[in-house]
């Protein structure tokens, strides 16, 4: 199926999607690999405002056999961290759904939650361009291609080993 046949759609915003996000984080071990964190983001979509990505029932009589209908294939989960930022503060899309416009979806999703809810700036963490991941390197022209952009590079969040760059989005 191409990405002009996936069809989803986004829901939420939504707390107790727990399940739902370790799922797709144990999907992306090259990205979410330490079981600490991974918790700690599964607890955070339990627990904060988390958008879903959802398989739709295919229209015209289309099947998508990858998953089942109405299956959360990808999240975002919201954190609040002043009264005009809102964070990303985890998100993933199943591998399979990769490049199909589920993440840009759920960006924009977020975007016009954080309009309508009065915030002026979104914001994410990824790994600074100084470590040379390959997957990293996507993820950082992901988030550009949808809006956002290099603020600075933080050492003291994940340590130097792993620099941490905040990127952000005004709306």
């Known amino acids: 199926m191409s990405g002009r046949d996936a069809h989803f759609s986004i829901r939420g915003p939504l707390p107790g999607q727990g399940e739902a996000a370790e799922r797709i984080l144990r999907a992306l071990p090259t990205w979410f690999g330490i079981e600490a964190a991974l918790r700690e ?17 295919p229209a015209c009589g289309g099947q998508v056999r990858e998953v089942r209908p109405d299956q959360v294939i990808g999240f975002v989960t919201l954190r609040e961290t002043s009264v005009d930022a809102l964070e990303l503060h985890v998100m993933g899309v199943l591998p399979s ?9 759920l960006v924009e999703r977020a975007a016009s939650y954080a309009r309508a809810e009065g915030y002026t700036l ?5 790994l600074a361009p100084s ?3 390959t997957g990293y390197a996507a993820t950082r022209a992901f988030y550009e291609a949808v809006g956002f952009r290099p603020l600075e590079v933080l050492t003291q969040v994940w340590g130097p080993e792993n620099p941490c760059l905040l990127l952000v989005r005004p709306l």
């Open 97 to 105: 759904w990769h490049r199909r416009g589920a993440g840009r979806a």
């Open 122 to 126: 979104l914001h994410v963490k990824t």
């Open 131 to 133: 470590n040379p991941d």
């Open 41 to 57: 983001y599964v607890r955070a979509a339990d627990e904060l405002d988390t958008l879903v990505a959802m398989v739709a029932r």
